[in-house]
């Protein structure tokens, strides 16, 4: 019996990460979970990344802790920035300068490491908060780099980068969860969730969550305050 191949899985605890970790999982990889406490406004959503991770069968999950908050710039990494609670235009302040990159980073590093040359990202271009660093061009460009500055790169054993929801509305995106049994009651994708979880309903990812779930015609599992 063959060794399955190895992966990181970028794990948020968000509907979106929990999908992908599934899919990963579906073809055929072993998964190991990588999540960050990055000064974020609550833990809810790291419980919830190690709830998904067991329960959808990560052979390890990591959590590793980076100080962002020391930056600020970003109203999920200083309560001085307010969320916003209407929808806006352009980059919204809830954009944290870098954060993918820095995220997928400290991946490739750790898939280097373990043998894994696949990273998986829950990305998405289409029902998201217009992130520069959610487009196709970022993870292409990501890629790029990942083969130019690492040794198993360079050496030609390189490194792909996954981001299976990149061209899916979020309907789509809990369909597919749905087929593949992600329990979305395990999930938090609010920016400022309570200690227990529970959503805020008025934050733009509370919105696309719920806009989601309705278009899918699916039942909204979330908590609200």
């Known amino acids: 019996m063959s060794t399955p191949p190895k992966s990181v899985i970028l794990l948020s605890g968000g509907l979106d990460s929990a999908t992908v970790l599934a899919l990963a999982r579906e073809r055929g990889f072993a998964c190991h979970a990588l999540s960050f406490d990055y000064g974020q406004r609550h833990e809810a959503e790291l ?10 069968g990560a052979v390890e999950h990591e959590v590793i802790r980076i100080a962002l908050e020391a930056f600020g710039g970003s109203a999920l990494t200083d309560r001085r920035i307010a969320v916003p609670e209407a929808e806006t235009r352009g980059i919204p302040a809830t954009y944290v300068p870098a954060r993918n990159t820095v995220f997928l980073a400290l991946a490739l590093g750790w898939a280097e490491v373990i043998g894994a040359r696949d990273l998986f990202i829950g990305v998405n271009a289409l029902d998201y908060s217009g992130y520069p660093d ?35 509305t979020k309907a789509e995106i809990i369909h597919e969860g749905a087929r593949l049994g992600v329990d979305y009651a395990a999930t938090v994708s609010c920016y400022q969730a309570d ?10 990812s509370c919105r696309l969550r719920a806009r989601g779930f309705a278009e899918a015609g699916v039942p909204d599992p979330t908590r609200y305050r």
């Open 47 to 56: 419980a919830a990344a190690r709830r998904v991770a067991r329960a959808l």
């Open 195 to 204: 200690e227990e979880g529970r959503a805020c309903a008025r934050c733009d």
């Open 134 to 168: 959610c487009r196709p061009e970022f993870i292409e460009a990501f890629e790029r780099l990942a083969n130019l500055a690492t040794k198993a790169g360079v050496e030609g054993d390189c490194f792909r980068v996954h981001a299976p929801l990149i061209a899916m």
